[in-house]
C-alpha cells in the first residue's frame, strides 16, 4: 500500500505559475505508475500527466490541454511527484489529484486502474 498526499494548491491570475507536489508513503521508484488528474465541477476526471518508470512505456506522457505548460517528474529517491504548471488558463480550474498504481509492464489506461489517489488539492485560476 502507498500513501499520498497532495499539496501545492491555491488561487493565481492567469498567466501565472503554480507546483504542485505529491508526497508518497513510501518508495515508490522504478514499481508505480503516478500520474495527475484533476476534475472540474460537473465534469469528469481527466488524467492531466503521468510519467512511467519504464521509458519503453513513454516515460512521461500529457494531455493535449497542458503539453508545453505543464511539467511532470519525480525525485531520485521516488517519493515526490511533482507537477510544474506554467502559464495557467482558467480551464485549467479544477481539484487536482495524484494517483498511483504499481508496474506490472504497463501503466494504467483508465481512471479506475489507479488504486491509490491522495485527497486532492485544488487549483483556481482567475481571468
Known amino acids: 500500500q502507498v500513501q499520498l498526499a497532495e499539496s501545492g494548491g491555491g488561487s493565481v491570475q492567469a498567466g501565472g505559475s503554480l507546483r504542485l507536489s505529491c508526497a508518497a508513503s513510501?518508495?515508490?521508484?522504478?514499481?508505480?505508475?503516478m500520474a495527475w488528474f484533476r476534475q472540474s465541477e460537473g465534469k469528469e476526471r481527466e488524467e492531466v500527466a503521468r510519467?512511467?518508470?519504464?521509458?519503453?512505456?513513454?516515460?512521461?506522457t500529457y494531455a493535449d490541454s497542458v503539453k508545453g505548460r505543464f511539467t511532470v517528474s519525480k525525485d531520485n529517491a521516488g517519493n515526490t511527484l511533482t507537477l510544474d504548471m506554467n502559464n495557467l488558463k482558467p480551464e485549467d480550474s479544477g481539484m487536482y489529484f495524484c494517483?498511483?498504481?504499481?508496474?506490472?509492464?504497463?501503466?494504467?489506461?483508465?481512471?479506475?486502474?489507479?488504486?491509490?489517489w491522495g485527497q486532492g488539492t485544488q487549483v483556481t485560476v482567475s481571468s
Open positions: 510519467i512511467s518508470p519504464d521509458s519503453s512505456d513513454g516515460r512521461t
Open positions: 494517483a498511483a498504481e504499481e508496474y506490472l509492464g504497463y501503466c494504467p489506461r483508465e481512471v479506475g486502474g489507479f488504486g491509490h
Open positions: 513510501r518508495y515508490t521508484g522504478n514499481r508505480y505508475c
